[in-house]
C-alpha cells in the first residue's frame, strides 16, 4: 500500500525533519505539507467542510516548502508533496525555481498537490484573481512546465507575459515533477487529464472514488493519454484499514492519513507509530 501521512495544525511547532525521519522510519510513503500564508480576520466565505467560520487552526499553517527542503535533508526515500500548493497566491517564475530546487536537492522526490483555494479574501490579499483563479492557475501550470522543459523559455498569456528567459536548475524528474489537482470541482477530471498528473481529493468515498476513476479513465484514452498515467491520491482520511483497503479497491493508487496532533516530539512520534501499527504493519 501507498500511505502518506500529512502534517497537524498548528504546523511550525513540530520540527519537519522530525516528522519526515519518523515517517520514513516507519515505512510510511509520503509526508505532505499544506498552506494558507495568511487568514483574514473578517471573511464573509465559508469554511468548506461546515459552512461556518474558519477555525482559528487555519492560522498556524507553515510554509510548505520551507518545511519539505528541511524534511529532505534528513530522509532518502520518503516522496515530499505539497497537499495543497495554492498556484493562485504564487508567482509561477519563482515557484518553478522553488519547485526545481527542491526536486533536485531530493533527488526526484517532489510531487506537487496544487488547488486553486476556496478563501476570497485570501486570494485577493494574496493578489490572485478570485473568480477566474482556474484560468490563472492554468496558465501558471503553463509557465512552469515551460520553465521546466525548455532552455530558453517564454509566455504570452493574460495574467504571465514575459520575453525568452533562462531559468536554472531543471527539475531532476522528467519531463517535472508530477503535478496533482486537488478539489472536487465540475470539470477537475478533465482538468487532470488535460495538464496534470493525478487527482487529489478529499472529502470523497470509495464509491465516488470508482466513480471518478472509470470517468477519468475515459476521458484519458478519448484524450490519446495512457489512463495509468494519471493516479489517484485520496487525502486527509482516518487511520482506517479497512476504509484505506476501500479506496484502493475503487482505484486510488495513494491515501494519505490525517494524524493527530500532538505538542512535542515524543507524542507525536507515538501517533505516528499507532497509525502505522493499523495501517501499514
Known sequence: MSIGTSIPLPAYTLDPAFMARKAEELGFESIWYAEHPVVPVTSASPFPSTGGEIPESYSHFTDPYIALARASAVTATIKLCTGITLIPERNPLLLAKEISALDRYSDGRFVLGIGTGWLREETEIMGG???????????????????????????????????????????????HPPILIGGLARNVLRRVVAHADGWLPNRVTPSQVADSRAQMDAMAAEAGRDPSSLNISVYGQEPDRALIQSFLDAGANRVVIRPEFCDNEEDMGRELERIADVVIR
Not at 131 to 144: A, I
Not at 161 to 170: A, C, E, G, L, N
Open 129 to 175: 484573481d478570485f473568480n477566474h483563479r482556474w484560468t490563472q492557475t492554468r496558465e501558471s501550470l503553463e509557465v512552469m512546465k515551460e520553465l521546466w522543459t525548455k532552455e530558453e523559455a517564454e509566455y504570452h498569456g493574460r495574467y504571465f507575459d514575459f520575453p525568452p528567459v533562462k531559468s536554472y536548475p531543471k527539475p531532476v524528474q522528467t519531463p
